[in-house]
């Protein structure tokens, strides 16, 4: 069986209402190594400039910064 690590959100669903992951959901155990996002590449600026502020976005919440 694979190990799991159990990852919570630094947030709940009343502190971070724009989420739209329910508390059942932010509880799934993960498999070890997917519990980080994958790092970002550096914006070159040959894609969605609003696409790669909202990944940023995504990373930063995670962090809960």
Excluded: A, F
């Amino acid at each position: 069986t694979p190990h799991h690590r159990r990852h919570r959100s630094p947030w709940s669903d009343e502190d971070h209402p724009r989420g739209p992951l329910s508390r059942r959901i932010q509880g799934v155990l993960l498999p070890m190594g997917l519990e980080k996002p994958p790092p970002m590449e550096v914006y070159d600026g040959s894609s969605d400039p609003d696409k790669h502020l909202k990944n940023v976005e995504v990373v930063l919440n995670y962090h809960g910064i």
